[in-house]
Protein backbone atom coordinates (compact mmCIF):
# COMPACT_ATOMS: atom_id res chain seq x y z
CA UNK A 1 0.00 0.00 0.00
CA UNK A 2 1.64 3.31 -0.95
CA UNK A 3 2.14 5.71 1.66
CA UNK A 4 1.04 9.45 2.00
CA UNK A 5 4.38 10.80 0.93
CA UNK A 6 3.87 8.60 -1.90
CA UNK A 7 0.51 10.00 -3.12
CA UNK A 8 1.65 13.43 -2.30
CA UNK A 9 4.51 12.85 -4.66
CA UNK A 10 2.44 11.68 -7.78
CA UNK A 11 -0.24 14.41 -7.46
CA UNK A 12 2.21 17.18 -7.72
CA UNK A 13 3.63 15.89 -10.68
CA UNK A 14 0.20 15.01 -12.21
CA UNK A 15 -0.54 18.75 -11.01
CA UNK A 16 2.66 20.39 -12.86
CA UNK A 17 1.84 18.14 -15.98
CA UNK A 18 -1.92 19.27 -15.67
CA UNK A 19 -0.69 23.06 -15.05
CA UNK A 20 1.66 23.08 -17.88
CA UNK A 21 -0.98 21.87 -20.16
CA UNK A 22 -3.67 23.95 -19.22
CA UNK A 23 -1.17 26.78 -19.45
CA UNK A 24 -0.13 26.06 -23.23
CA UNK A 25 -4.22 26.23 -23.86
CA UNK A 26 -4.64 29.43 -22.59
CA UNK A 27 -1.82 30.86 -24.11
CA UNK A 28 -2.81 29.48 -27.52
CA UNK A 29 -6.53 30.81 -27.51
CA UNK A 30 -4.70 34.31 -26.39
CA UNK A 31 -2.56 34.30 -29.66
CA UNK A 32 -5.69 33.34 -31.59
CA UNK A 33 -7.87 35.73 -30.75
CA UNK A 34 -5.00 38.58 -30.76
CA UNK A 35 -4.41 37.05 -33.88
CA UNK A 36 -8.14 37.64 -35.64
CA UNK A 37 -8.42 40.87 -34.34
CA UNK A 38 -4.83 41.80 -36.48
CA UNK A 39 -6.69 40.57 -38.93
CA UNK A 40 -9.73 42.66 -38.79
CA UNK A 41 -8.03 45.63 -38.15
CA UNK A 42 -6.06 45.14 -40.89
CA UNK A 43 -9.39 44.80 -43.23
CA UNK A 44 -8.13 41.37 -44.87
CA UNK A 45 -10.76 39.17 -46.56
CA UNK A 46 -11.25 36.72 -43.52
CA UNK A 47 -11.37 33.02 -44.58
CA UNK A 48 -15.38 31.62 -44.88
CA UNK A 49 -14.68 28.96 -42.60
CA UNK A 50 -12.53 30.57 -39.70
CA UNK A 51 -12.05 27.04 -37.52
CA UNK A 52 -10.98 24.38 -39.96
CA UNK A 53 -10.98 20.64 -38.85
CA UNK A 54 -9.35 17.44 -39.94
CA UNK A 55 -8.64 14.30 -38.13
CA UNK A 56 -8.13 10.48 -39.36
CA UNK A 57 -9.44 7.51 -37.27
CA UNK A 58 -8.13 3.93 -37.28
CA UNK A 59 -10.45 1.14 -35.98
CA UNK A 60 -9.55 -2.40 -35.59
CA UNK A 61 -11.03 -5.39 -34.16
CA UNK A 62 -9.52 -8.74 -33.58
CA UNK A 63 -10.59 -12.33 -32.98
CA UNK A 64 -8.02 -15.19 -31.96
CA UNK A 65 -8.62 -19.00 -31.37
CA UNK A 66 -6.13 -21.20 -30.17
CA UNK A 67 -6.30 -25.06 -29.36
CA UNK A 68 -4.38 -27.75 -28.55
CA UNK A 69 -4.48 -31.58 -27.03
CA UNK A 70 -1.40 -31.20 -24.56
CA UNK A 71 -2.23 -29.21 -21.90
CA UNK A 72 0.78 -27.03 -21.73
CA UNK A 73 -0.06 -24.97 -24.38
CA UNK A 74 -1.07 -21.55 -23.61
CA UNK A 75 -3.05 -18.62 -26.07
CA UNK A 76 -0.55 -16.29 -27.18
CA UNK A 77 -3.03 -13.94 -27.94
CA UNK A 78 -6.34 -12.45 -26.28
CA UNK A 79 -9.77 -13.84 -27.45
CA UNK A 80 -10.60 -10.54 -28.31
CA UNK A 81 -9.47 -6.60 -28.73
CA UNK A 82 -10.75 -3.83 -29.79
CA UNK A 83 -7.92 -0.90 -31.17
CA UNK A 84 -8.47 2.91 -32.06
CA UNK A 85 -6.20 5.62 -33.24
CA UNK A 86 -7.39 8.78 -33.90
CA UNK A 87 -6.18 11.83 -34.94
CA UNK A 88 -7.53 15.53 -35.45
CA UNK A 89 -6.03 19.02 -35.75
CA UNK A 90 -7.88 22.39 -35.31
CA UNK A 91 -7.01 25.33 -37.43
CA UNK A 92 -7.80 28.80 -36.20
CA UNK A 93 -7.47 32.05 -37.80
CA UNK A 94 -3.57 32.91 -38.63
CA UNK A 95 -2.62 29.33 -39.44
CA UNK A 96 -2.64 28.20 -35.56
CA UNK A 97 -3.06 24.48 -35.79
CA UNK A 98 -4.18 22.77 -33.11
CA UNK A 99 -3.07 18.02 -33.33
CA UNK A 100 -4.28 16.11 -31.47
CA UNK A 101 -4.03 12.37 -30.98
CA UNK A 102 -5.82 9.62 -29.04
CA UNK A 103 -4.63 5.97 -28.61
CA UNK A 104 -7.21 3.42 -27.31
CA UNK A 105 -7.59 -0.47 -26.35
CA UNK A 106 -9.39 -3.07 -24.70
CA UNK A 107 -5.97 -4.21 -23.65
CA UNK A 108 -4.56 -1.40 -22.10
CA UNK A 109 -7.58 0.58 -20.36
CA UNK A 110 -5.11 1.77 -17.12
CA UNK A 111 -3.70 5.44 -17.42
CA UNK A 112 -0.85 6.06 -15.39
CA UNK A 113 -0.09 9.34 -16.44
CA UNK A 114 -2.66 12.50 -16.67
CA UNK A 115 -3.11 12.19 -20.77
CA UNK A 116 -1.96 9.42 -21.14
CA UNK A 117 0.31 10.04 -24.52
CA UNK A 118 -1.49 12.57 -25.28
CA UNK A 119 -0.13 15.86 -26.50
CA UNK A 120 -1.12 19.09 -28.31
CA UNK A 121 1.52 21.09 -30.30
CA UNK A 122 -0.41 24.44 -31.66
CA UNK A 123 1.82 26.37 -34.66
CA UNK A 124 1.23 29.59 -35.28
CA UNK A 125 2.67 30.51 -39.12
CA UNK A 126 6.08 29.61 -39.20
CA UNK A 127 7.48 31.06 -36.25
CA UNK A 128 5.73 29.76 -33.18
CA UNK A 129 4.79 26.38 -31.88
CA UNK A 130 3.96 25.63 -28.17
CA UNK A 131 3.69 22.07 -26.56
CA UNK A 132 1.55 20.77 -23.99
CA UNK A 133 1.30 17.43 -22.34
CA UNK A 134 3.28 14.19 -23.91
CA UNK A 135 6.17 16.08 -26.45
CA UNK A 136 9.12 14.90 -28.17
CA UNK A 137 12.80 16.74 -28.01
CA UNK A 138 15.24 16.83 -30.56
CA UNK A 139 17.56 19.46 -29.18
CA UNK A 140 21.45 17.92 -29.25
CA UNK A 141 23.33 14.73 -29.54
CA UNK A 142 25.26 15.27 -26.05
CA UNK A 143 22.39 17.33 -24.33
CA UNK A 144 18.68 15.62 -24.81
CA UNK A 145 16.83 13.50 -26.97
CA UNK A 146 15.53 10.28 -26.34
CA UNK A 147 13.01 11.33 -23.90
CA UNK A 148 9.21 11.97 -23.99
CA UNK A 149 8.18 14.92 -21.66
CA UNK A 150 4.94 15.63 -20.24
CA UNK A 151 4.46 19.38 -19.44
CA UNK A 152 4.56 22.06 -21.72
CA UNK A 153 7.44 23.97 -23.93
CA UNK A 154 7.76 26.56 -26.71
CA UNK A 155 9.88 27.25 -29.93
CA UNK A 156 10.27 30.98 -31.39
CA UNK A 157 11.67 31.14 -34.67
CA UNK A 158 11.11 34.75 -35.90
CA UNK A 159 13.85 35.24 -39.06
CA UNK A 160 16.84 33.44 -38.75
CA UNK A 161 16.65 33.84 -34.78
CA UNK A 162 15.74 30.52 -32.29
CA UNK A 163 14.52 30.15 -29.39
CA UNK A 164 12.86 27.49 -27.49
CA UNK A 165 12.48 26.23 -23.82
CA UNK A 166 10.89 22.90 -22.04
CA UNK A 167 9.75 22.14 -18.45
CA UNK A 168 8.68 18.55 -17.95
CA UNK A 169 8.90 15.50 -16.49
CA UNK A 170 10.60 12.76 -18.43
CA UNK A 171 10.46 9.92 -15.89
CA UNK A 172 7.41 9.35 -13.33
CA UNK A 173 7.89 7.56 -9.84
CA UNK A 174 7.39 4.12 -9.59
CA UNK A 175 7.53 2.11 -6.59
CA UNK A 176 10.03 -1.14 -6.04
CA UNK A 177 9.22 -4.55 -6.99
CA UNK A 178 11.32 -6.34 -4.55
CA UNK A 179 10.26 -9.81 -6.03
CA UNK A 180 11.61 -8.84 -9.76
CA UNK A 181 15.24 -6.99 -7.87
CA UNK A 182 13.39 -4.08 -9.44
CA UNK A 183 14.61 -1.10 -6.98
CA UNK A 184 11.73 1.83 -7.92
CA UNK A 185 12.89 5.44 -9.57
CA UNK A 186 12.31 8.71 -8.75
CA UNK A 187 9.72 11.10 -10.84
CA UNK A 188 12.59 13.25 -12.91
CA UNK A 189 12.45 16.60 -13.87
CA UNK A 190 14.05 18.38 -16.76
CA UNK A 191 14.15 21.85 -17.80
CA UNK A 192 15.82 22.77 -21.15
CA UNK A 193 16.90 25.87 -23.39
CA UNK A 194 18.15 26.49 -26.53
CA UNK A 195 19.01 29.70 -28.40
CA UNK A 196 20.72 30.47 -31.31
CA UNK A 197 20.61 32.07 -34.99
CA UNK A 198 19.91 30.14 -38.37
CA UNK A 199 17.06 27.93 -39.07
CA UNK A 200 18.80 26.69 -41.77
CA UNK A 201 19.83 23.18 -41.44
CA UNK A 202 23.40 23.51 -43.37
CA UNK A 203 23.88 26.79 -41.47
CA UNK A 204 23.24 27.45 -38.02
CA UNK A 205 24.99 27.91 -34.52
CA UNK A 206 23.11 26.71 -31.31
CA UNK A 207 23.74 27.21 -27.28
CA UNK A 208 21.68 24.20 -25.32
CA UNK A 209 21.37 23.71 -21.71
CA UNK A 210 19.68 20.92 -20.12
CA UNK A 211 18.86 20.50 -16.49
CA UNK A 212 17.67 17.53 -14.58
CA UNK A 213 16.73 16.84 -11.30
CA UNK A 214 15.43 13.59 -9.57
CA UNK A 215 12.32 14.58 -7.25
CA UNK A 216 12.90 13.48 -3.67
CA UNK A 217 9.72 14.36 -2.38
CA UNK A 218 8.67 10.86 -3.79
CA UNK A 219 9.62 9.10 -0.88
CA UNK A 220 9.55 5.57 -2.25
CA UNK A 221 8.53 2.38 0.66
CA UNK A 222 11.82 1.27 0.82
CA UNK A 223 13.92 1.50 3.53
CA UNK A 224 16.78 4.45 3.10
CA UNK A 225 19.75 1.86 1.96
CA UNK A 226 17.82 0.18 -0.56
CA UNK A 227 16.41 3.34 -2.37
CA UNK A 228 18.02 4.08 -5.38
CA UNK A 229 19.88 6.98 -5.30
CA UNK A 230 18.39 10.64 -6.79
CA UNK A 231 20.53 11.99 -9.61
CA UNK A 232 21.01 15.39 -10.72
CA UNK A 233 22.43 16.70 -14.35
CA UNK A 234 23.44 19.86 -15.79
CA UNK A 235 24.74 19.57 -19.66
CA UNK A 236 25.75 22.16 -21.72
CA UNK A 237 26.89 22.22 -25.33
CA UNK A 238 27.34 24.52 -28.28
CA UNK A 239 26.28 23.11 -31.91
CA UNK A 240 26.96 23.99 -34.55
CA UNK A 241 26.60 23.01 -38.94
CA UNK A 242 28.34 25.19 -41.53
CA UNK A 243 28.13 25.45 -45.62
CA UNK A 244 31.41 27.65 -46.51
CA UNK A 245 31.42 26.99 -49.71
CA UNK A 246 28.74 24.70 -51.91
CA UNK A 247 31.06 21.69 -51.94
CA UNK A 248 31.63 21.71 -48.15
CA UNK A 249 29.38 20.68 -45.52
CA UNK A 250 30.69 21.25 -41.43
CA UNK A 251 29.10 20.34 -38.15
CA UNK A 252 29.81 19.55 -34.72
CA UNK A 253 29.23 20.21 -31.34
CA UNK A 254 31.36 20.43 -27.45
CA UNK A 255 29.37 19.85 -24.58
CA UNK A 256 30.16 19.72 -20.83
CA UNK A 257 28.15 18.20 -17.98
CA UNK A 258 27.98 18.05 -14.17
CA UNK A 259 26.73 14.73 -12.92
CA UNK A 260 25.79 13.59 -9.47
CA UNK A 261 25.34 10.50 -8.87
CA UNK A 262 23.84 10.13 -5.59
CA UNK A 263 22.34 13.87 -4.29
CA UNK A 264 22.51 12.51 -0.86
CA UNK A 265 26.15 12.42 -0.25
CA UNK A 266 27.43 15.59 1.53
CA UNK A 267 27.97 19.11 -0.19
CA UNK A 268 31.67 20.38 -1.00
CA UNK A 269 32.95 23.38 -1.17
CA UNK A 270 33.97 25.02 -4.69
CA UNK A 271 35.01 28.03 -6.24
CA UNK A 272 32.60 28.83 -8.89
CA UNK A 273 29.90 30.91 -7.67
CA UNK A 274 26.78 28.56 -8.90
CA UNK A 275 22.89 28.83 -7.75
CA UNK A 276 22.75 25.70 -5.49
CA UNK A 277 19.12 25.32 -6.99
CA UNK A 278 20.96 24.88 -10.44
CA UNK A 279 23.98 22.79 -8.99
CA UNK A 280 25.30 21.76 -5.76
CA UNK A 281 28.44 19.69 -6.07
CA UNK A 282 28.78 16.40 -3.60
CA UNK A 283 31.11 13.84 -3.03
CA UNK A 284 29.66 12.08 -6.11
CA UNK A 285 29.96 14.88 -8.85
CA UNK A 286 32.27 14.48 -11.69
CA UNK A 287 32.86 16.61 -14.04
CA UNK A 288 33.81 15.97 -18.00
CA UNK A 289 33.75 16.68 -21.53
CA UNK A 290 32.91 15.59 -25.28
CA UNK A 291 32.92 16.43 -28.80
CA UNK A 292 32.28 15.44 -31.99
CA UNK A 293 33.10 16.80 -35.66
CA UNK A 294 31.42 15.85 -39.16
CA UNK A 295 32.81 16.72 -42.43
CA UNK A 296 31.24 15.89 -45.97
CA UNK A 297 33.27 17.15 -49.10
CA UNK A 298 31.35 16.97 -52.24
CA UNK A 299 33.79 18.29 -55.16
CA UNK A 300 31.99 16.17 -57.60
CA UNK A 301 28.30 15.00 -57.93
CA UNK A 302 30.30 11.50 -59.00
CA UNK A 303 32.29 11.05 -56.03
CA UNK A 304 32.08 12.47 -51.96
CA UNK A 305 34.06 11.63 -48.61
CA UNK A 306 33.00 11.96 -45.17
CA UNK A 307 35.09 12.67 -42.18
CA UNK A 308 33.54 11.70 -38.70
CA UNK A 309 35.31 11.91 -35.14
CA UNK A 310 33.98 11.77 -31.85
CA UNK A 311 34.92 12.36 -28.06
CA UNK A 312 33.21 11.45 -25.12
CA UNK A 313 34.65 11.39 -21.56
CA UNK A 314 34.41 8.49 -19.17
CA UNK A 315 32.66 11.14 -16.52
CA UNK A 316 30.41 12.53 -19.71
CA UNK A 317 26.77 11.58 -18.54
CA UNK A 318 23.77 13.49 -19.15
CA UNK A 319 20.32 12.00 -17.98
CA UNK A 320 18.66 13.15 -21.47
CA UNK A 321 20.34 10.63 -23.45
CA UNK A 322 19.02 7.33 -21.63
CA UNK A 323 21.86 5.31 -23.90
CA UNK A 324 24.85 7.35 -24.59
CA UNK A 325 28.11 5.84 -24.31
CA UNK A 326 30.61 7.29 -22.77
CA UNK A 327 34.63 6.93 -22.46
CA UNK A 328 34.82 6.33 -26.38
CA UNK A 329 36.89 7.68 -29.30
CA UNK A 330 35.66 6.93 -32.50
CA UNK A 331 36.95 7.95 -35.83
CA UNK A 332 35.26 7.03 -39.29
CA UNK A 333 36.10 7.41 -42.91
CA UNK A 334 33.29 6.98 -45.38
CA UNK A 335 33.92 8.15 -49.69
CA UNK A 336 31.39 6.84 -52.14
CA UNK A 337 31.83 7.08 -55.82
CA UNK A 338 29.00 6.95 -58.94
CA UNK A 339 31.63 5.17 -61.96
CA UNK A 340 29.77 4.21 -65.46
CA UNK A 341 27.69 7.06 -65.74
CA UNK A 342 25.58 6.27 -62.10
CA UNK A 343 24.83 2.67 -63.04
CA UNK A 344 27.51 1.97 -60.58
CA UNK A 345 27.31 2.88 -57.01
CA UNK A 346 30.29 2.28 -54.51
CA UNK A 347 30.40 2.94 -50.99
CA UNK A 348 33.15 2.24 -48.57
CA UNK A 349 33.59 3.09 -44.45
CA UNK A 350 35.94 2.24 -42.13
CA UNK A 351 36.36 3.35 -38.67
CA UNK A 352 38.27 2.31 -35.39
CA UNK A 353 36.65 2.96 -31.71
CA UNK A 354 38.73 3.08 -28.18
CA UNK A 355 37.96 3.02 -24.66
CA UNK A 356 39.98 3.37 -21.78
CA UNK A 357 40.60 7.25 -22.51
CA UNK A 358 42.11 8.23 -18.96
CA UNK A 359 44.03 4.68 -18.16
CA UNK A 360 41.51 3.83 -15.36
CA UNK A 361 40.55 0.17 -16.74
CA UNK A 362 42.14 -3.04 -16.35
CA UNK A 363 41.92 -3.27 -20.31
CA UNK A 364 41.27 -0.61 -23.24
CA UNK A 365 38.94 -2.22 -25.99
CA UNK A 366 39.78 -1.61 -29.42
CA UNK A 367 36.99 -2.02 -32.00
CA UNK A 368 37.54 -2.13 -35.72
CA UNK A 369 34.37 -1.35 -38.25
CA UNK A 370 34.59 -1.67 -41.57
CA UNK A 371 31.27 -2.12 -44.41
CA UNK A 372 31.18 -1.53 -48.07
CA UNK A 373 28.53 -2.01 -50.58
CA UNK A 374 28.03 -2.12 -54.68
CA UNK A 375 25.13 -0.89 -57.08
CA UNK A 376 25.20 -2.13 -60.24
CA UNK A 377 22.43 -1.84 -62.46
CA UNK A 378 24.01 -3.96 -64.78
CA UNK A 379 21.43 -3.81 -67.75
CA UNK A 380 17.98 -1.68 -67.38
CA UNK A 381 16.31 -5.31 -66.66
CA UNK A 382 19.01 -6.65 -64.48
CA UNK A 383 20.50 -5.31 -60.87
CA UNK A 384 23.31 -6.15 -58.45
CA UNK A 385 23.52 -5.26 -54.83
CA UNK A 386 26.16 -6.84 -52.65
CA UNK A 387 26.80 -5.55 -49.04
CA UNK A 388 29.90 -6.31 -46.73
CA UNK A 389 30.03 -5.66 -42.88
CA UNK A 390 33.16 -6.35 -40.67
CA UNK A 391 33.19 -5.88 -36.86
CA UNK A 392 36.16 -6.92 -35.04
CA UNK A 393 36.22 -5.53 -31.29
CA UNK A 394 39.62 -7.10 -29.17
CA UNK A 395 40.80 -6.62 -25.35
CA UNK A 396 44.40 -7.35 -24.93
CA UNK A 397 43.55 -8.10 -21.14
CA UNK A 398 47.05 -9.73 -18.89
CA UNK A 399 44.43 -12.10 -17.74
CA UNK A 400 43.85 -14.88 -20.75
CA UNK A 401 40.25 -15.95 -19.31
CA UNK A 402 39.45 -12.77 -19.67
CA UNK A 403 41.11 -11.75 -23.25
CA UNK A 404 38.23 -11.06 -25.40
CA UNK A 405 38.77 -11.10 -29.27
CA UNK A 406 35.87 -11.91 -31.53
CA UNK A 407 35.07 -11.26 -35.07
CA UNK A 408 31.46 -10.55 -36.58
CA UNK A 409 31.05 -10.44 -40.41
CA UNK A 410 28.05 -10.54 -42.81
CA UNK A 411 28.04 -10.36 -46.64
CA UNK A 412 24.95 -10.41 -48.41
CA UNK A 413 24.04 -10.53 -51.91
CA UNK A 414 20.83 -9.52 -54.21
CA UNK A 415 20.89 -10.00 -57.50
CA UNK A 416 17.09 -8.79 -59.27
CA UNK A 417 15.79 -9.16 -62.88
CA UNK A 418 12.57 -8.22 -65.14
CA UNK A 419 11.52 -9.98 -68.03
CA UNK A 420 7.99 -10.94 -69.82
CA UNK A 421 6.92 -14.24 -69.85
CA UNK A 422 3.48 -15.91 -69.72
CA UNK A 423 1.78 -12.76 -71.01
CA UNK A 424 2.66 -10.79 -68.22
CA UNK A 425 5.69 -9.23 -66.75
CA UNK A 426 7.66 -10.99 -64.26
CA UNK A 427 10.22 -10.07 -61.82
CA UNK A 428 12.51 -12.56 -59.79
CA UNK A 429 14.67 -11.36 -56.89
CA UNK A 430 17.34 -13.75 -54.65
CA UNK A 431 18.99 -12.57 -51.82
CA UNK A 432 22.19 -14.91 -50.58
CA UNK A 433 23.13 -14.23 -46.74
CA UNK A 434 26.18 -15.23 -44.39
CA UNK A 435 26.30 -14.15 -40.94
CA UNK A 436 29.55 -15.14 -39.07
CA UNK A 437 30.48 -15.17 -35.79
CA UNK A 438 34.25 -16.08 -34.75
CA UNK A 439 35.25 -15.67 -31.24
CA UNK A 440 39.36 -16.59 -30.29
CA UNK A 441 38.86 -16.52 -26.61
CA UNK A 442 40.12 -20.42 -26.45
CA UNK A 443 37.72 -21.16 -23.86
CA UNK A 444 34.75 -20.02 -25.36
CA UNK A 445 35.50 -20.54 -28.80
CA UNK A 446 33.66 -23.96 -29.28
CA UNK A 447 30.38 -22.37 -27.45
CA UNK A 448 29.76 -18.88 -29.19
CA UNK A 449 31.29 -19.89 -32.47
CA UNK A 450 27.91 -19.64 -35.02
CA UNK A 451 27.17 -19.84 -38.90
CA UNK A 452 24.16 -18.51 -40.32
CA UNK A 453 23.66 -18.91 -44.21
CA UNK A 454 20.17 -18.14 -45.55
CA UNK A 455 19.09 -18.11 -49.33
CA UNK A 456 15.90 -16.96 -49.88
CA UNK A 457 13.77 -15.88 -53.78
CA UNK A 458 11.08 -14.51 -54.90
CA UNK A 459 8.85 -14.35 -57.90
CA UNK A 460 6.02 -12.01 -59.03
CA UNK A 461 3.90 -12.50 -62.36
CA UNK A 462 1.63 -9.78 -63.09
CA UNK A 463 -0.75 -10.22 -65.73
CA UNK A 464 -2.74 -7.26 -67.46
CA UNK A 465 -5.90 -8.32 -66.17
CA UNK A 466 -5.03 -7.57 -62.90
CA UNK A 467 -4.61 -10.85 -61.57
CA UNK A 468 -0.61 -11.44 -59.92
CA UNK A 469 1.04 -14.69 -58.16
CA UNK A 470 4.03 -14.31 -55.72
CA UNK A 471 6.26 -17.23 -55.24
CA UNK A 472 8.47 -17.08 -52.16
CA UNK A 473 10.98 -20.07 -50.95
CA UNK A 474 13.12 -19.67 -48.35
CA UNK A 475 16.07 -21.96 -46.72
CA UNK A 476 18.40 -21.12 -43.55
CA UNK A 477 20.41 -23.06 -41.96
CA UNK A 478 22.12 -22.01 -38.23
CA UNK A 479 24.96 -24.06 -36.91
CA UNK A 480 26.19 -23.17 -33.43
CA UNK A 481 27.57 -25.22 -30.10
CA UNK A 482 27.86 -27.91 -32.42
CA UNK A 483 24.06 -28.24 -33.16
CA UNK A 484 22.50 -27.22 -36.81
CA UNK A 485 18.80 -25.65 -37.23
CA UNK A 486 17.62 -25.04 -40.64
CA UNK A 487 13.87 -24.10 -42.22
CA UNK A 488 12.57 -24.10 -45.11
CA UNK A 489 9.87 -22.63 -46.53
CA UNK A 490 7.69 -21.90 -49.54
CA UNK A 491 4.66 -19.49 -50.10
CA UNK A 492 2.31 -18.73 -52.81
CA UNK A 493 -0.22 -15.61 -53.05
CA UNK A 494 -2.53 -15.22 -55.40
CA UNK A 495 -4.32 -11.76 -55.58
CA UNK A 496 -6.94 -9.79 -57.81
CA UNK A 497 -8.24 -6.47 -58.25
CA UNK A 498 -12.29 -5.46 -58.85
CA UNK A 499 -13.98 -2.40 -59.98
CA UNK A 500 -11.05 -0.26 -60.37
CA UNK A 501 -9.10 -1.36 -57.94
CA UNK A 502 -11.59 -0.89 -55.53
CA UNK A 503 -11.40 -4.00 -54.26
CA UNK A 504 -8.43 -6.13 -53.60
CA UNK A 505 -8.48 -9.76 -52.98
CA UNK A 506 -5.31 -12.04 -51.70
CA UNK A 507 -5.42 -15.70 -51.06
CA UNK A 508 -2.24 -17.06 -49.09
CA UNK A 509 -1.24 -20.96 -48.43
CA UNK A 510 2.56 -21.95 -47.20
CA UNK A 511 4.39 -24.57 -45.75
CA UNK A 512 7.45 -24.58 -43.30
CA UNK A 513 9.42 -26.88 -41.86
CA UNK A 514 12.05 -26.55 -38.81
CA UNK A 515 14.78 -29.36 -38.40
CA UNK A 516 17.01 -29.66 -36.09
CA UNK A 517 16.79 -32.65 -33.23
CA UNK A 518 13.56 -33.53 -35.12
CA UNK A 519 11.56 -32.01 -37.93
CA UNK A 520 8.55 -29.79 -37.29
CA UNK A 521 6.06 -28.75 -39.93
CA UNK A 522 3.67 -25.23 -39.89
CA UNK A 523 1.06 -24.71 -42.50
CA UNK A 524 -1.04 -21.49 -42.80
CA UNK A 525 -2.90 -20.07 -44.90
CA UNK A 526 -4.84 -16.62 -45.25
CA UNK A 527 -7.56 -14.44 -47.04
CA UNK A 528 -7.12 -11.14 -47.50
CA UNK A 529 -9.91 -8.66 -48.59
CA UNK A 530 -9.82 -4.90 -48.89
CA UNK A 531 -12.51 -2.28 -50.00
CA UNK A 532 -11.88 1.35 -51.19
CA UNK A 533 -15.52 3.29 -50.15
CA UNK A 534 -14.04 6.65 -51.33
CA UNK A 535 -15.10 9.33 -48.46
CA UNK A 536 -16.18 6.59 -46.00
CA UNK A 537 -12.51 5.01 -46.21
CA UNK A 538 -11.14 1.91 -46.42
CA UNK A 539 -12.30 -1.45 -45.26
CA UNK A 540 -10.25 -4.64 -44.28
CA UNK A 541 -10.85 -8.03 -43.51
CA UNK A 542 -8.52 -11.01 -42.51
CA UNK A 543 -8.79 -14.57 -41.79
CA UNK A 544 -6.10 -16.90 -41.24
CA UNK A 545 -5.41 -20.22 -40.29
CA UNK A 546 -2.13 -21.64 -38.59
CA UNK A 547 -1.45 -25.35 -37.42
CA UNK A 548 1.65 -26.39 -35.92
CA UNK A 549 2.52 -29.95 -35.25
CA UNK A 550 5.47 -30.38 -32.92
CA UNK A 551 8.07 -33.87 -33.69
CA UNK A 552 9.14 -33.63 -30.09
CA UNK A 553 6.47 -34.41 -27.61
CA UNK A 554 8.18 -32.91 -24.79
CA UNK A 555 9.04 -30.06 -26.56
CA UNK A 556 8.56 -26.73 -25.08
CA UNK A 557 6.47 -25.59 -28.07
CA UNK A 558 3.31 -28.07 -28.36
CA UNK A 559 1.27 -29.23 -31.62
CA UNK A 560 -1.29 -26.77 -31.69
CA UNK A 561 -4.33 -24.69 -34.32
CA UNK A 562 -4.82 -21.48 -34.46
CA UNK A 563 -7.31 -19.50 -36.30
CA UNK A 564 -7.29 -15.74 -36.24
CA UNK A 565 -9.76 -12.98 -37.78
CA UNK A 566 -9.75 -8.99 -38.12
CA UNK A 567 -11.67 -6.04 -39.37
CA UNK A 568 -9.75 -2.63 -40.00
CA UNK A 569 -11.34 0.72 -40.70
CA UNK A 570 -9.55 3.70 -42.01
CA UNK A 571 -10.84 6.90 -42.82
CA UNK A 572 -10.22 10.73 -43.03
CA UNK A 573 -12.90 13.40 -42.99
Known amino acids: MKNSDDTKSVSAANYRCITAVFACILTTITVAVLSLQYTVAQDKPADSSIVKFRSSAIVSADFYHGSSSDSTFRPRLQPFSVRSIVRAEITLPSDIALPFEFYGSTQNITFQQPFNQLGINPRIGSWLTLHAGFFSVMQSDFTFGDLR ?34 PGEYSRIFALASVGYGKSISDNIRLNFSFAKDDTAAMLSLADSLRPPPRDNLAASMSFALNPVSWLSLGGETAATVYTDDARLPAINYEMNLPKFLIEPRISTRIDGAAKFSAMMKPSKNWNVKVDAKWIGPGFVTLGWQALQNDVLDVTLAPSARLVDGTLNFRVSGGVRFNNLRNNRLAAIRRIIASAYIGWQITPTLGLDVQYG ?134 TAGINASYFMQKSGTVSINISTNSFTSAQQLAQTPSFRELTAGATWRVTF
Not at 154 to 160: H, S, T, V
Not at 470 to 477: A, F, M
Open 390 to 523: NYGMRSAHLNDTLRIQNIFRNLNVSPRFAFDWLGGVNSVSANYSLQDVDDKNVFSHDFTRSVAHTISAVHILSLPSGLNFTTTTLYNSFAAAGIVTSVTSLTETVGQSYFDDALSLAVTAGINTVSAVASDKQF
Open 149 to 182: LCGGGIEIAPGDFWLSAAYGIGAFMREPIPSANY
